[in-house]
C-alpha cells in the first residue's frame, strides 16, 4: 500500500501487466499477513510488460541505478508474463462496452468542455463504434474546446464521459489531441422514467469520484508501446468508409446530436434546448391533453406560472427505495436540529480507540458549549484536515458550517451508553456544500465502528460510507410544477426527476450556497418574467411526458418535463 500527498511520487502504473521495481519498500505485518508499504527514500520504476519495448522507466525520481541485472529481471519478467494464460484486464475497447460496465479505455481527446462546478465532459474517441448509442451531453457552443471539424467528423465514432470532483483539476489541463487512460468508467444505461416501445437504448459515460478501484486518468507518454499502436490505428482509420458501414448508426447519431448551427437557431428562438429527440414534431397541448397515457411529446411553450414560492421549498428530498418524498431541512429548522442534539450533551471522557481519535473544543467565544471532535484514523494514522473525516458531537449549525469548510468530510453524531450513533433525523454527512440524508424508514443502521472496513481505501467515498453504515440515501431534487401554455391551451407539468438536467444546478448544494441560489431566482426570473406580459414571456422548446397517477383513490393523467437544458450563454 502506497500514500503520498504529491500523485507524482507513487507508482505510474497504466495497466495490469506492467512490471515494477521497488527501492526502500518496508515490509511489515498487518492482520497476519505480509503488507510492502513505502518508508523513506521510497521510489520505483514501472516498465511496459511487453516483449522488446523499450527499457525506458517511469519513475519521478531525478536519479536511479538500473543495473544489468535489473534489466535480466525485467526481461525474465516480460517473457513469463507472455506464457500465462490471459491475464485479466479492465481495459476495452468502445466496441465491446456494456451497458452497467466499469472498465479502463485508452483513447484521443477531441473535445471538452466545462458542464458545472461539479462536472466536466471528455469527448474521447478509440477509433471503434459502440454497440450501444452513446449519450450526448448538450453544451453550449462557444463552451466545447476543440477542432470542431473534426468533432462533427468524428460525432459517430465519440462518447462523452462525464469527470466529477478530484479528476476536474487534470480534466481541464488535458491538451486536445492528446492520448489518455481512463480508468474505472461507468457505462450506465440512460433511463428515462417509461420508454416508448422501439425507442433506442442509451449509454452514458461517467468517471465518478474518488479514487477507489484505481479511478481517475493518466496520461502515457508518447513512446508507450499501447499509444503508438493506438495512434497508428486511428491515422490508418478511414472515417468515410467506417461510417458507411452502419448508416441506421450515424443517421440515429445525427438525429440525437444536432449541429452546432442548427442548435445555435434553437437558442435564438427559445430559452430551452431539448436534448434529444430534435426529430420530434411540435405537439400542441390541446391536442396533447385528449390523448391516453404513457406518451411523450415535443412542445413549444411559454411558462405561466410556477410552484412553489418561496424557491427554497422546491428542494426535496426524494428515497428511491420507498419513494417518499420530504422537504430539505432549511437553516431554521437546522439549528433546532442541532439544538436537540446537544441536549444530549457530548461525552466529553470518551476515551480513545484505536481507529479514531478524540479531542474537546470549547467555543467560549461562540457560545459557550463543549464541541466533541473525533478524527477517524486512515492506515492508523491521522490525515491533514483537508482529506479527513471527523465525527462532530455536540455542535450547532454554525459550528458544523465553520467545519465543513476545513475538513473533507462530517459524519455529526451523539453519545449513547457510552458509544457514538447516527441520527438521521440529522444530515448523516456533509461534504463541502453537500448535506446529505438517509432514509428513516429505509435504513438498517449499523455500528459506526464499521467505518474500521474504509480505513484502508483511498479517500471517503459517500456511498461506500453509506453502505459501510447501512444508510439508503436520499436523493435531492428540485420539485416544480410548472403550468405551460401555448396557442391552443394550457396544461400542469411537473420538473422533477430531471430537474438538475434542466437547471445545471445540483439541488444538493443550493441551500447552502447563496450564488447557487441567486442563479436559479434569475433563471425562473427569465422564464416567468414577474413585470413582463403573457405576449412578452420567452418560449421554452421542451420535452414531456404523459403517465398515469393515482390521486386519493382517482386516477388521472399527469405530465412531466423531461430531457431538456436551459440555454442562457449568459446565466451560464
Request: proline share 5%.
Amino acid at each position: 500500500m502506497f500514500f503520498s500527498g504529491n500523485q507524482d511520487a507513487l507508482p505510474k502504473i497504466y495497466k495490469i501487466g506492467d512490471i515494477v521495481r521497488f527501492h526502500r519498500i518496508k515490509i511489515q505485518k498487518y492482520n497476519n499477513e505480509f503488507q510492502g508499504i513505502s518508508s523513506s527514500g521510497f521510489s520505483a520504476l514501472v516498465f511496459e510488460g511487453i516483449i522488446d519495448a523499450p527499457l525506458v522507466p517511469r519513475t519521478s525520481s531525478k536519479s536511479y541505478n538500473f543495473t544489468t541485472e535489473d534489466q535480466k529481471a525485467v526481461e525474465t519478467l516480460r517473457s513469463w508474463q507472455l506464457r500465462l494464460p490471459n491475464i485479466s484486464s479492465s481495459r476495452q475497447h468502445l466496441s465491446n462496452v456494456q451497458p452497467g460496465q466499469y472498465f479502463d479505455l485508452l483513447c484521443q481527446l477531441v473535445g471538452k468542455a466545462e458542464i458545472d462546478k461539479a462536472s466536466y465532459l471528455l469527448k474521447v474517441w478509440d477509433g471503434t463504434k459502440c454497440a450501444f448509442l452513446p449519450w450526448k451531453v448538450y453544451v453550449e457552443d462557444d463552451a466545447l474546446e476543440g477542432d470542431r471539424d473534426a468533432i462533427n467528423r468524428l460525432q459517430g465514432f465519440t462518447i462523452d464521459v462525464l469527470v466529477y470532483d478530484n479528476h476536474l483539476a487534470l480534466a481541464k489541463s488535458l491538451k486536445i489531441g492528446s492520448y489518455i487512460v481512463i480508468q474505472n468508467v461507468h457505462a450506465k444505461l440512460h433511463s428515462t422514467p417509461i420508454e416508448n416501445p422501439g425507442h433506442d437504448t442509451y449509454v452514458e459515460f461517467h468517471l465518478h469520484g474518488g479514487t477507489c478501484y484505481g479511478r481517475g486518468m493518466s496520461v502515457p507518454p508518447e513512446d508507450n508501446s499501447d499509444v503508438k499502436e493506438l495512434k497508428n490505428v486511428l491515422d490508418a482509420l478511414d472515417l468515410q468508409q467506417n461510417q458507411t458501414l452502419n448508416p441506421v448508426l450515424d443517421i440515429q447519431l445525427g438525429q440525437m446530436s444536432p449541429s452546432f448551427d442548427a442548435l445555435e437557431g434553437c437558442q435564438q428562438l427559445s430559452v430551452t434546448v431539448v436534448s434529444s429527440h430534435q426529430q420530434w414534431q411540435i405537439t400542441p397541448l390541446a391536442s396533447i391533453i385528449t390523448k391516453n397515457a404513457p406518451q411523450k411529446f415535443h412542445v413549444r411553450v411559454k411558462l405561466r406560472s410556477f410552484q412553489p414560492h418561496p424557491l427554497y421549498q422546491s428542494v426535496k428530498l426524494y428515497c428511491s427505495k420507498c419513494h417518499s418524498l420530504l422537504d430539505s431541512p432549511d437553516e431554521q429548522s437546522l439549528n433546532k436540529i442541532f439544538e436537540d442534539f446537544y441536549n444530549c450533551s457530548p461525552n466529553t471522557s470518551a476515551p480513545n480507540t484505536f481507529w479514531y481519535q478524540s479531542a474537546i473544543w470549547n467555543t467560549v467565544n461562540l457560545d459557550n458549549r463543549t464541541v466533541a471532535i473525533h478524527f477517524v484514523k486512515k492506515y492508523d494514522i491521522l490525515q491533514s484536515p483537508e482529506d479527513s473525516l471527523i465525527m462532530v458531537e455536540g455542535g450547532s449549525f454554525k459550528q458544523i458550517c465553520k467545519l465543513s469548510s476545513q475538513f473533507n468530510t462530517i459524519i455529526p453524531v451523539k453519545s449513547k451508553e457510552e458509544h457514538l450513533e447516527i441520527d438521521l433525523s440529522a444530515p448523516f454527512l456533509i461534504q463541502g456544500n453537500k448535506w446529505l440524508y438517509g432514509c428513516k424508514k429505509c435504513s438498517n443502521i449499523k455500528s459506526l465502528e464499521e467505518l474500521k472496513s474504509l480505513s484502508l481505501k483511498g479517500g471517503w467515498d459517500v456511498t461506500e460510507i453509506a453502505e459501510a453504515l447501512g444508510v439508503e440515501l436520499l436523493r435531492h431534487l428540485f420539485v416544480m410544477n410548472f403550468t405551460l401554455e401555448d396557442e391552443t391551451g394550457s396544461l400542469n407539468a411537473y420538473l422533477w426527476q430531471h430537474s438538475e438536467q434542466f437547471f445545471r444546478i445540483p439541488p444538493s448544494d443550493i441551500l447552502m450556497d447563496s450564488n447557487l441560489q441567486e442563479r436559479l431566482h434569475e433563471i425562473m426570473n427569465v422564464l416567468c418574467p414577474p413585470e413582463k406580459q403573457m405576449s412578452d414571456f420567452p418560449w421554452m422548446d421542451c420535452c414531456i411526458r404523459s403517465y398515469n397517477a393515482n390521486n386519493e383513490g382517482k386516477e388521472q393523467i399527469c405530465y412531466e418535463i423531461f430531457d431538456t437544458f436551459i440555454s442562457m450563454p449568459h446565466l451560464n
